[in-house]
């Protein structure tokens, strides 16, 4: 097991071997540092709209709506206090593991 710390306000995202996470932070849910593929086609489901009162995300390539329940299932465990996230990767030691900020996470924003 690996366990990465990053400053929310810095970073946005982690690379765990060669999967990319974002942090998906919508007010009144917990936190999720979720797979930052569309599980159906592969889209990059940081790019697209979050609904904050349901705390889905739609994938922008094809629409698909992914519920809150479904974004849980391919996260990995991570907590936040304040704007420092921790987060717990099964990783061997080798492997890449480091934070990164996203440009953009539109399925951070609000419409």
């Given at each position: 097991?690996?366990?990465?710390e990053?400053?929310?306000?810095?970073?946005?995202?982690?690379l765990?071997?060669?999967?990319?996470y974002?942090?998906l932070?919508?007010?009144?849910?917990k936190?999720?540092?979720c797979g930052?593929?569309?599980?159906?086609?592969?889209?990059p489901?940081?790019?697209g709209?979050g609904n904050?009162?349901?705390?889905?995300?739609k994938c922008?390539?094809h629409?698909?709506?992914?519920p809150?329940?479904t974004?849980?299932?391919?996260?990995?465990?991570?907590?936040?206090?304040?704007?420092r996230?921790t987060?717990?990767?099964d990783?061997?030691?080798d492997?890449?593991?480091a934070?990164?900020?996203?440009?953009r996470?539109?399925?951070n924003e609000?419409s």
């Amino acid at each position: 097991m690996r366990v990465v710390e990053f400053d929310r306000t810095q970073h946005n995202g982690v690379l765990a071997g060669e999967v990319h996470y974002f942090l998906l932070a919508h007010e009144g849910h917990k936190p999720l540092l979720c797979g930052g593929k569309c599980p159906h086609r592969g889209g990059p489901l940081f790019l697209g709209a979050g609904n904050h009162k349901t705390g889905s995300v739609k994938c922008p390539w094809h629409e698909t709506t992914f519920p809150r329940a479904t974004l849980e299932k391919q996260s990995v465990p991570a907590v936040m206090i304040g704007d420092r996230v921790t987060a717990v990767f099964d990783l061997p030691d080798d492997a890449v593991l480091a934070p990164y900020h996203h440009e953009r996470i539109i399925a951070n924003e609000r419409s």
